[in-house]
């Protein structure tokens, strides 16, 4: 009995042959023999210090975005994030470095958005009017 058989293990039945069997296909065509060349892009493994990093700027970032009211936590840890994404972008784990970067560019923004409302707010309780000076 061939390797591939789909049998089954109480009755001993063969469903690759019978009503169960699959029709040939007319369009099929066998597949090409595989290669054993080394293929450069797909065969190379990336560092792991990449992958780690990919990593850690997805946490850094995830981490940046709920500080983003503590504008001193919140820009740091987001220019900690797009280093290591940048870094990252070399490894495996592409998308976590990628998402990593995202996360912390939006609480750079967020946090810089922040920091000029309070300074602004701030320029308006001094000079005592609203609309400014």
Known sequence: MPVDANVCSRCGYNFNTGPFAAPPSPYA??????SNYA???????PSSAADALGIASLIVGILAMPTVCLWCIAIPAGILALIFGAIGLKGRNRALAISGMICGGIAILFALAILIGI??????????????P
Do not use: T
């Open 119 to 132: 300074l602004v707010l701030r320029g308006q309780a001094r000079s005592g009017s609203p609309f400014g």
């Open 39 to 45: 293929r450069p892009d797909y065969d190379a493994e």
């Open 29 to 34: 065509s066998p597949r090409p023999p595989q």
